[in-house]
């Protein structure tokens, strides 16, 4: 199972939004509702930001939001803020019981 | 309050076998299945393994398969991950976390923080 692709980097001024793509294929992004992004800050556990594609677990700020659209997934950034700044990966459940995480994004806040 | 505490890295032999634990406590551990992900330095999260919250179904990425062993004591509430025969590419930090979630949608919603592992002579 190949890692999701994201782009490198990213990066906005304060208050701009950000959207970070996620590709994968039929097998994994566009075959299932079940793409999960996660924030990870250095030397830090990541932390669940959005799941099922959309939905915000408890305690995430709403400037965060999910959508997909065939086999890429996006996040979005609303309003940046100085400790939005962090690594960034997507990740899907897979075909044949597998789950795959995507290559990671870091986010600059300027 | 859930929470994750993962142990047993530290320096081991190329060759050498890894034990890792993740104790878990704050829930019903027997109720939800369990991961473990891993992160070589510098580089971006890789799943490694899942188990089912009965310990009956077990699952690894592709590039594992044989070669990781994960496992469960749901009466002491604590979550395992065994590789032999470990080479340099093994060196990474390794989370346990919980898998939430119905079905496929494997949500992963609490994570430890992780327990590094050097494969170093």
């Known amino acids: 199972q190949s890692a999701l692709t994201q782009p490198p980097s990213a990066s906005g001024s304060p208050g701009q939004s950000v959207t970070i793509s996620c590709t994968g294929t039929s097998s994994d992004v566009g075959g299932y509702n079940y793409v999960s992004w996660f924030q990870q800050h250095p030397g830090k556990a990541p932390r669940l930001m959005i799941y099922e594609v959309k939905k915000r677990p408890s305690g995430v700020p709403d400037r965060f939001s999910g959508s997909k659209s065939g086999n890429t997934a996006s996040l979005t950034v609303s309003g940046l803020q100085a400790e939005d700044e962090a690594d960034y990966y997507c990740?899907?459940?897979?075909?044949?019981?597998?789950?795959?995480f995507g290559t990671g994004t870091k986010v600059t806040v300027l | 309050e859930v929470q994750l505490l993962e142990s047993g890295g530290g320096l081991v032999q190329p060759g050498g076998s890894l034990r890792l634990s993740c104790a878990a406590s704050?829930?019903?551990?027997?109720?939800?299945?369990m991961t473990w992900v891993r992160q070589a330095p510098g580089k971006g999260l890789e799943w490694v393994s899942a188990?089912?919250?009965?310990?009956?179904?077990?699952y690894y990425a592709d590039s594992e398969a044989g070669r990781f062993t994960i496992s469960r004591d749901n009466s002491k509430n604590i979550l395992y991950l065994q590789k032999n025969s470990l080479g340099a590419d093994d060196t990474a930090v390794y989370y346990c976390a919980r898998v939430a979630g119905s079905g496929w949608s494997w949500i992963f919603d609490y994570w430890g923080q992780g327990t590094l592992a050097t494969v170093s002579s």
């Open positions: 990740s899907s459940y897979a075909d044949s019981s597998t789950f795959v």
């Open positions: 704050g829930f019903t551990f027997r109720s939800y299945a």
């Open positions: 188990i089912s919250g009965s310990g009956e179904y077990t």
